[in-house]
T-cell receptor, first 112, second 113 residues
C-alpha cells in the first residue's frame, strides 16, 4: 500500500524555536516524488518543495530545510527560528502513478 | 494572473439536490484533479484528469462525477449529495501530472443537510 503518515497532529512552539515536522511514506514504486504544502489560516494551499526519489540531497531555502532519507522512508521538514507567520497546517504528499496521496497534516502553532 | 478558480466558494444544500462545483484554470495545464479535505484525514483525491476527455478515479470517487470537455474546465458533480459529503473541496491543476507542483484553487466549503 502507498501511504503517507504525519504522526504529529499538532505542534506548538514559541517563536524562534526550531521545529521539525515528520513525514514517513510507504511506496512500492522506484520512481516517485515527495512534496510539502503549507495551508495558512486563510485556507489556500501553497507549494513548498518537490523532491524526486533519486535525489537524496538535503535542501535549504532560507529558514526551511528538508531531509530526505530513502533508507528510513522519511522526508522531514525543519523550520529554523520559527516565526508566528509559520503557523499553518503542513501537508506531506507522495506521487503514485497518476495520483497524489497526502498525509493527515500537522498543525503548527508558533506563539509569540 | 495565473490561477485556479472555483465556484461557489460556499454552498449549503440539502440531501439529494444535485449540484455542480466548477473549476477553471488559465495556465493551459493538462492535469487537473479534485480533493476533499476532512479533519484528521488530510486531503484525499476524488478524481483526476490527465487531459481532455481523459478522467479516472482517485481514492474516494463514490458519489461524485466529473467531466473534462475543455482543457481549462473540470467540474465536480454531486448527483445526489449526502451529509457525508460535507467537506472542503479543492480543485488543482499542474503541467504534466502529479510529478509537478499542483496549483490549488481557493476551496469550496460544502455543507449537505
Amino acid at each position: 500500500a502507498q501511504k503517507v503518515t504525519q504522526a504529529q497532529t499538532e505542534i506548538s512552539v514559541v517563536e524562534k524555536e526550531d521545529v521539525t515536522l515528520d513525514c514517513v511514506y510507504e511506496t512500492r514504486d522506484t520512481t516517485y516524488y515527495l512534496f510539502w504544502y503549507k495551508q495558512p489560516p486563510s485556507g489556500e494551499l501553497v507549494f513548498l518543495i518537490r523532491r524526486n526519489s533519486f535525489d537524496e540531497q538535503n535542501e535549504i531555502s532560507g529558514r526551511y530545510s528538508w531531509n530526505f532519507q530513502k533508507s528510513t522512508s522519511s522526508f522531514n521538514f525543519t523550520i529554523t527560528a520559527s516565526q508566528v507567520v509559520d503557523s499553518a497546517v503542513y501537508f506531506c504528499a507522495l506521487s503514485r502513478g497518476s495520483r497524489l496521496t497526502f498525509g493527515e497534516g500537522t498543525q503548527l502553532t508558533v506563539n509569540p | 494572473e495565473a490561477q485556479v478558480t472555483q465556484n461557489p466558494r460556499y454552498l449549503i444544500t440539502v440531501t439529494g439536490k444535485k449540484l455542480t462545483v466548477t473549476c477553471s484554470q488559465n495556465m493551459n495545464h493538462e492535469y487537473m484533479s479534485w480533493y476533499r479535505q476532512d479533519p484528521g484525514l488530510g486531503l484525499r483525491q476524488i478524481y483526476y484528469s490527465m487531459n481532455v476527455e481523459v478522467t479516472d478515479k482517485g481514492d474516494v470517487p463514490e458519489g461524485y462525477k466529473v467531466s473534462r470537455k475543455e482543457k481549462r474546465n473540470f467540474p465536480l458533480i454531486l448527483e445526489s449529495p449526502s451529509p457525508n459529503q460535507t467537506s472542503l473541496y479543492f480543485c488543482a491543476s499542474s503541467r504534466g501530472g502529479v510529478y509537478n507542483e499542483q496549483f490549488f484553487g481557493p476551496g469550496t466549503r460544502l455543507t449537505v443537510l
